[in-house]
């Protein structure tokens, strides 16, 4: 019998805030870069003072706040990580290689993130190029893990959290008979 916590329901609720914990981030993250890479296009307002601080602040709380939701994300689809067959038809292999590379540049992001935080810069690479390239291969991988699980996510947003409660104690029930 599998938890409740690692249904669909709860997955996919968790997906939703880490999903815009990463989009925060990513929107902090290009607005800091294009202030220190300025554009002609781009244009930041000299006033308020405080709203670079501001916008940094928002990068670095939810990127802190991502990586718990990252813990319990992974840890309610840990057992479909293992179905088999790994790699079935077309739709099937996007799907995980769209995982594989979704988790690697979060956890990476996320890692350096706070490496930088701490300024600990134990990895042989310029934080700031490495950190921002991998922000797009991470948003391309949102995007396309998205597309593969949208009917799942949509149908998984539909059930209410009690009815998977509910079906896990009459499974429960069930198997003591």
């Known amino acids: 019998m599998a938890s409740s ?11 939703v805030v880490l999903g815009v914990a990463i989009a925060v981030c990513l929107v902090t993250g290009l ?3 294009l202030i220190q890479h300025p554009q002609p296009w781009f244009d930041w307002p000299t006033r308020p003072v405080w709203l670079y601080r501001f916008t940094q602040g928002l990068h670095v709380a939810s990127g802190i ?3 718990p939701l990252v813990v319990v994300k992974l840890w309610s689809v840990w057992p479909k ?4 067959p790994v790699v079935g038809g077309p739709v099937r292999a996007l799907e995980r290689v769209s995982i594989l590379v979704l988790v690697a540049s979060v956890l990476f992001e996320l890692s ?3 490496l930088n935080i701490a300024q600990w810069y134990v990895f042989g690479f310029f934080f700031t190029t490495a950190h921002y390239a991998m922000a797009y291969v991470a948003a391309g ?3 396309v893990h998205i597309g593969v699980k949208l009917p799942v996510i949509r149908r998984a947003l539909g059930e209410s ?3 998977a409660v509910q079906v896990e104690e009459i499974e429960a029930r069930v198997d003591r008979d």
């Open 161 to 163: 959290l009690g009815d």
């Open 31 to 33: 607005i800091s870069h």
């Open 65 to 67: 706040a991502a990586i």
């Open 81 to 84: 990580l293992f179905d088999r």
């Open 5 to 15: 916590a690692r249904g669909p329901a709860v997955t996919a609720r968790v997906g």
């Open 141 to 143: 991988a949102v995007v």
């Open 112 to 114: 350096t993130g706070l």
